[in-house]
């Protein structure tokens, strides 16, 4: 399988709409952690300032930001999805374990929709040694 059929691929018979729905939650995904990756490493003030609040050295904020664009271009190509999936997943679960010890509990909302949403994407297409 090659070309634009095994970036496609999802593991399954599913409908090809399906697919290509699947593939644009995975770059829009991508593209999100990428813009999230460029405010930590730009040095967005509002970041900085909040992982400070929370306890965090500055090395920690730029090793996450490093970690969300591994992540974010792992998710793309449908042969390594899962695996940046599960890593964007273990970002998501740091950030939300954050939110809800730091924060109130409604900036827990938005690490929780896009843990859901990796997950699910992660899931729908997972390496076939894992269906």
Avoid at 55 to 63: C, D, E, I, L, V
Avoid at 67 to 88: E, H, K, R, S
Avoid at 98 to 104: A, E, G, I, S, V
Wanted: glycine share 10%.
């Amino acid at each position: 399988m090659g070309g634009l059929s095994a970036f496609l691929y999802a593991g399954a018979d599913g409908d090809r709409v399906w697919l290509l729905v699947g593939q644009a939650v995975r770059v829009g995904l991508a593209v999100f952690f990428l813009l999230l990756a460029w405010k930590n490493l730009s040095g967005d003030p509002q970041m900085a300032a909040d992982f400070e609040r929370w306890g965090y050295p500055a090395w920690f904020r730029q090793a996450t930001a490093l970690a969300q664009v591994a992540g974010a271009l792992l998710l793309i190509p449908t042969a390594t999805c899962f695996v940046g999936g599960v890593g964007l997943a273990m970002i998501l679960l740091g950030a939300l374990a954050t939110h809800l010890m730091h924060d109130p509990w409604a900036a827990s909302v938005s690490p929780a929709a896009f843990l859901v949403l990796v997950t699910l994407s992660s899931v729908w297409f997972r390496p076939p040694i894992l269906q």
